[in-house]
């Protein structure tokens, strides 16, 4: 079983400091070969408890929660696995698969020195899932890139982008940084959306938010250009959970990994679902910018005429400070001559 561990896509390890529990969970999303899903487990002799289930999902009867079917048995003790049926609150969920649950990201073209990243949605989508919802975006940006705190900050201007306000901004945030002089990998954003109101009168097909965000000078490049690829930023709901929901027990919860951290324990995500469009066909969810940089090629002619331009330039204020200074002294040396005839 630890051999497999390998070829898991993610492993979590969790220490539970009040039970000594240590839990190891292990997450593959197809088999290791073509023969199917095959393991062997081995219980040490009784020494440990190995339990072993077979689960799909089922229709839940509550839509917040998660429900599970199948068999569950204990290795060395069962004859037989028991059919189970167990359901808890889940704390992600996706909206129906509809047009109104989809999303599509892509940059203002020209993009320039300070793009901006806009969000498309159908009007559907600006209809929150429950009450108590908002409409967020988490933005994961590579130190290429960054976010300006203070042009975010206006309420005038978040409102003009369909914004409503930054609730985290972590990660390398200066402004006047190149690249090559930052540390670390880039930043985080969590930012509110603005959906227009879906009982409006005057409600279109469409709506969209745009995220201003600015590139670092980059290193220089022989072609002269250089390219930034930035990951799609997630687009979900948060909504408030019933009193009364027990978010712990989920087993199959994974928390603290990301934007869900910036939420209260009982907050339920509703996530959007990101769909092509026609700057990115690939579908692989990344926007790659070209910069323009330095050109290795053109630089020892740029070095040159910059030290050219430099030094012609202080001979020329050298040689003015010499005219003012030589007409200083013939103004003195006259100036002196006239006093000389006025004694006379």
Not at 47 to 76: D, H, Q, R, W
Request: charged share 20%.
């Amino acid at each position: 079983m630890a051999d497999s561990l390998g070829e898991a896509n993610y492993v979590d390890i969790d220490f539970d400091t009040i039970s000594q529990a240590l839990i190891i969970s292990a997450y593959r999303h197809e088999p290791l070969d073509q023969v199917g899903w095959t393991e062997q487990f081995d219980n040490f002799g009784g020494a440990v408890k190995v339990e072993v289930g077979v689960l799909a999902n089922e229709e839940p009867t509550e839509p917040e929660e998660l429900s599970l079917g199948g068999f569950l048995t204990i290795v060395g003790e069962d004859d037989k696995p028991s059919p189970t049926l167990f359901s808890f609150p889940a704390r992600h969920h996706k909206i129906s698969k509809t047009a109104r649950s989809q999303y599509e990201a892509s940059f203002l073209f020209p993009t320039g020195l300070h793009p901006t990243l806009r969000l498309n949605f159908p009007a559907s989508s600006a209809e929150p899932p429950s009450e108590n919802c908002a409409l967020h975006s988490y933005l994961t940006l590579p130190s290429t890139l960054f976010p300006d705190k203070y042009q975010l900050s206006s309420p005038l201007f978040l409102a003009s982008k369909n914004l409503r306000l930054v609730r985290s901004l972590s990660g390398e945030t200066d402004l006047e940084a190149p690249d090559w002089a930052v540390k670390r990998w880039g930043s985080a954003m969590l930012i509110e959306l603005a959906p227009p109101d879906p009982r409006s009168s005057g409600a279109q097909d469409s709506w969209y938010a745009d995220i201003p965000l600015h590139l670092r000078y980059l290193r220089p490049s022989q072609t002269g250009f250089a390219y930034a690829d930035i990951p799609w930023p997630v687009v979900f709901w948060a909504c408030t959970a019933e009193e009364g929901s027990k978010m712990s027990v989920n087993p199959f919860d994974r928390v603290n990994l990301g934007y869900d951290g910036l939420f209260g324990p009982k907050t339920m995500f509703y996530h959007l679902d990101p769909t092509v469009n026609q700057h990115n066909k690939s579908g692989d969810l990344m926007e790659r910018l070209s910069v323009p940089v330095l050109a290795t090629d053109t630089n020892v002619w740029i070095e040159t005429g910059t030290i050219i331009v430099v030094v012609s330039g202080f001979l020329w204020v050298l040689w003015k400070l010499l005219l003012v200074a030589s007409g200083q002294d013939m103004l003195t040396k006259a100036t002196e001559h006239g006093k000389k005839k006025k004694a006379q």
